[in-house]
């Protein structure tokens, strides 16, 4: 299996590179991970590289038929600066395969399946090979993608439709045209480094996206980091989204084994396939 | 004339009241002051009292033929709570007034405007006689409603039809039911206390929103208080809106003179009418 490796956002180092590279030589002999020299690019600021080089390199490796699967370097900021240049120059090539990552990068997981096109898999990142823990984190990616483990999915995938998004990036995407038609799918949703007036503003917004109606269910994954709010809310999170929930009129189903963690478990949008499709 | 006040998010303290009580009965004499014990409610927390009391006041004021128009008595976080409880519940009456604030009081000036329901005005909140040079700025709000004077304007307001938001307000409405049609409308925008990535995403949203396509242009007020973006951020407020205006393709009118500050100018919604129009 060969697997292209972009940065749609923020750049990774060779060091990352390097360890990623040889943590799966070792465990996934048969996955090939081909590294886009993109991928360590800078341009003096925020991004890896500029938008047009960023989306020239996402764009070369989606409609290469050589790799099965793409999966993002890291998040951060900036995969939705593509989303205008790249979308309506995918050829058929890039239907053929996995698109792997998170976060910022839900972006282009977002547009994607809005547009049905590959396979969007929320999942752990490259980069996160440098997290405590990132080992086991990197293999859940490959797991799926190469042998299709379900032990890497997160324990409610099943039947039903799902998707997973970070709060910021779905609601980002609410309005676009790179929001998915979500009716019927449970929506799991995660958040990182926001405080709570913020997180339920966002849930305000999801819960009353007239594009979301028919959503199947909610599930909360984790909140990490939250930023102390002044003055302090009277609200936890999974309080603020059963509100929310019960204004938009769709059940909350509990919480998701998704999060910024190296616990994130793999989330494959849509139902489960064939040979994918639990026992 | 009678201005009712109310605060569909944080609250105010009575010494706040009584200091624009006072300079309205000496600068606004023909202005009564009414302000709603809601005002000074609190939830234990950040808001001026539980959802539904909010409301309430709300409801109860906006309902209210008595008065004139109502006054939001500050910002902070919270009228998007109240929109599904009131929007459905505004007697005849709530048509024949103003409905003065900005901020966090955008969700409701805006709401109001996508039902084109009363007259909703950008314009400095109560709480602002708090700021260095607060005077002037509650004054600016009290010298359009009572006396239609315009040197209290934006200077860009004219004849074509007009609104302002906050950046966050505004694309926490995309995609809800109280985003109003802006088609052939000058949007103007401001922002405080916000990394540039989060502003260039809010950008990108407004941009890529379909039911923003048709704006007539948009207008850049002040940005204040960015918060340091890690790494830094290559561009500035006023090259990402012009970049963003271009991939919206919607001209960039120039700056506004519009901002979380005491200069803050009155934005009415909509068309400048009847004895209202600049000479």
């Known amino acids: ?3 292209g490796i972009v940065a749609p ?3 990774i180092d060779q060091g990352t590179a390097a360890r990623a590279a040889a943590f799966a030589a070792i465990t996934f002999p048969t996955v090939d991970l081909v590294f886009h020299p993109q991928c360590f690019l800078s341009d003096g600021g925020h991004f890896a590289g ?4 960023r989306a020239a390199a996402f764009l070369e490796f989606a409609n290469d038929p050589a790799f099965d699967a793409l999966w993002f370097a890291r998040g951060g900021y900036g995969a939705n600066r593509i989303l205008h240049a790249v979308m309506a120059k995918l050829a058929p090539a890039a239907s053929a395969k996995s698109y792997c990552g998170y976060s910022d990068t839900g972006f282009l997981l977002g547009a994607l399946y809005a547009k049905r096109i590959g396979h969007p898999v929320h999942a752990p990142l490259v980069g996160e090979i440098n997290r405590a823990g990132g080992d086991a984190a990197i293999a859940r990616t490959l797991d799926w993608l190469a042998r299709r483990n379900p032990s890497a999915l997160e324990p409610s ?3 039903e439709p ?4 970070n709060l910021a990036i779905l609601t980002a995407l609410i309005g676009t045209p790179w929001l998915p038609d979500l009716r019927g799918h449970v929506l799991m949703i995660e958040e990182v480094s926001e405080p709570l007036y913020r997180i339920d503003r966002m849930l305000f917004q999801m819960a009353h996206a007239t594009q979301l109606a ?3 269910g909610i599930r909360l994954g984790r909140v990490h980091d939250v930023i102390p709010n002044d003055p302090p809310f009277a609200e936890d999170a999974p309080q603020m989204i059963e509100r929310w929930c019960r204004e938009m009129g769709v059940p909350f189903l509990g919480l998701a084994d998704i999060g910024h963690d190296a616990d994130n478990k793999v989330v494959p949008f849509g139902r489960l396939q064939g040979a994918a499709a639990r026992p």
Chains 1, 2 share one sequence.
């Open 214 to 216: 028919g959503v199947a």
């Open 157 to 159: 995938v099943g039947e």
């Open 1 to 3: 299996m060969r697997i």
């Open 9 to 11: 956002a923020r750049p």
């Open 50 to 53: 500029p938008d047009d080089v």
């Open 162 to 165: 799902v998707v997973a998004f």
